[in-house]
């Protein structure tokens, strides 16, 4: 049956999707409207459950006797690269789960132990710049898997800068150069909620077997834990019993390890064995680049998208402060633009997307700018809004001005009150006299770079 069905898929899926992700399964059993099938890894499963159950369904569906799911044991193979051949797969290849080598307790927990990988975070998805270059780096060579890695990996950086996205990049990499390899990714609160669970239902040491039985185990959010005193203590042991057998780590936390209130200094010490780096805040090169990749992709799908000059410069511009909102605001202009058929002009993008603009604006004030640019310059926060005209103040002053114009949403009359009630005229006379400078003087078009990151951070 499953040796038919295979003939049928090949010509279905393509050869290469073929021989990659259906060929290692093994069709176990076939009842109740549910085919079991062993796969060496759980990568392997979750990309077939995704992208070709639909059409596994189709060849193994029966009149009166239809497929309606596919279940999966992840069953790794004993050695590397013995994946069986699918012509074999007569009735012969269709064994009983019963005959694999672990324990079916054992399987079963592995099969539910991990979090699901995200098929679209890829090293090939993932746009490298400035802020995220050593991370992407570090994460590459531990993806290879070779004698000079780290170990740990701790990556860390806020919300929304690509911790998961490497991670399973990582582990989708890593996977598909060895695929025999067990490569476990879960979140820290996934890692406590199965320990509770394991403790609860006295599958204590099945839980401790199957943590220590992986090749690479990868947790995300680790920050989570602290305070957590017996899963921290859990954790711990997992981690050290791990290193000990020279099996990679990698950990993620929105912030360093010395950082991370409530953790035990000796995890702290461990976690900051390896290799530690952060993910830092994006800079608008990076936003322009992530949104052009991503309107790419896009564009492939959809080649008659039309989007104006100047709104992807306009929301990176923007939305400076998580790369999830600016995805979520591009994928919003797209669904507008596709639904309306209309093209995507910067008045467009402006009124669809005004909540996106209002919230990420809040995030810098007037008052930020002004107090971080006096800090910079070590002027007073008073000379901001005062009258003196001397150079050395009134230059960070208007590089204030300049700021607020580009950072936040004020008018320029707005911007006039609040230093220190000037015209808006003479607002707009500082702001330009900025926008000459960053091309002519290289030390103030740096000094206006680092500002804005440091608001934007
Ligand atoms: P974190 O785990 O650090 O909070 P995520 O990895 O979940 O962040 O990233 C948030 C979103 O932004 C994801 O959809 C991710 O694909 C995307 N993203 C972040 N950084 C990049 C990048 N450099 N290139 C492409 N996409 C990115
Ligand atoms: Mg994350």
């Not at 921290?232 to 042991?237: K, L």
């Not at 910067?346 to 995030?363: G, H, M, S, Y």
Request: aromatic share 8%; glycine share 8%; proline share 5%.
């Amino acid at each position: 049956l499953w040796g038919e069905a295979c003939a049928t898929l090949e010509t279905s899926v393509g050869p290469n999707n073929f021989n990659h992700w259906i060929k290692p399964l093994r069709l176990t059993g076939l009842e109740s409207g549910i085919a079991h099938f062993v796969s060496p890894t759980r990568f392997i499963s979750d990309w077939v459950n995704r992208h070709f159950a639909k059409d596994i369904i189709g060849v193994l569906s029966r009149p009166g006797q239809p497929v309606e799911r596919l279940r999966f044991d992840v069953v790794p193979q004993a050695a590397p690269g013995r994946a069986r051949s699918a012509a074999s797969g007569s009735a012969a290849s269709v064994r009983p789960v019963a005959s694999a080598a672990a324990p079916a307790t054992t399987r079963a927990l592995r099969a539910d132990l991990g979090a699901p990988l995200d098929p679209r975070y890829t090293f090939g998805n993932f746009v490298v710049g400035k802020p995220n270059e050593l991370a992407h780096a570090a994460a590459r060579r531990v993806a290879e898997g070779g004698p000079v890695g780290f170990n740990p990996l701790f990556l860390y950086g806020g919300v929304g800068l690509g911790k998961t996205h490497l991670m399973h990049a990582i582990a989708h990499d890593y996977q598909m150069r060895h695929p025999a390899a067990q490569v476990l990714y879960l979140s820290a609160e996934q890692f406590m909620y199965r320990f509770v669970q394991a403790l609860r239902e006295s599958t204590i040491m099945d839980f401790k077997g199957m943590f220590r039985n992986v090749n690479m185990l990868m947790v995300d959010d680790v920050q989570f834990i602290a305070g957590k005193d017996s899963t921290q203590e859990e954790f711990f042991h997992t981690f050290n019993a791990l290193v000990d057998q020279g099996k990679q780590i990698v950990i993620s936390a929105d912030r360093a390890p010395a950082e991370i209130k409530g953790l035990e200094e000796r995890i702290k010490s461990r976690l900051s064995c390896g290799l530690i780096v952060d993910l830092h805040p994006t800079t608008y090169e990076l936003r322009l680049g992530i949104l052009q990749s991503k309107t790419e992709g896009f564009r492939a799908q959809q080649p008659d998208l039309q989007i104006g000059t100047g709104v992807l410069e306009f929301l990176a511009h923007r939305i400076t402060t998580n790369v999830r909102v600016l995805e979520g605001a591009l994928q919003r202009l797209f669904a507008h633009a596709s639904l309306l058929r209309r093209e995507i002009t910067l008045e467009v993008a402006q009124e669809c997307l005004a909540d996106i603009l209002r919230t990420n604006d809040r995030k810098i004030s007037i008052d930020d700018i002004q107090r971080k640019v006096a800090e910079h310059y070590n002027i007073r926060l008073a000379d901001m809004v005062g009258p003196k005209r001397a150079r050395n103040i009134a230059r960070p002053r208007q590089i204030a001005m300049y700021l607020s114009k580009q950072l936040t949403s004020r008018s320029l009359p707005e911007i006039g009150r609040r230093f220190g009630g000037r015209d808006h005229t003479t607002i707009m006379h500082g702001i330009r006299k900025i926008e000459e400078l960053l091309s002519e003087d290289k030390a103030i078009a740096e000094d206006v770079a680092m500002l804005k990151r440091l608001l934007e951070a």
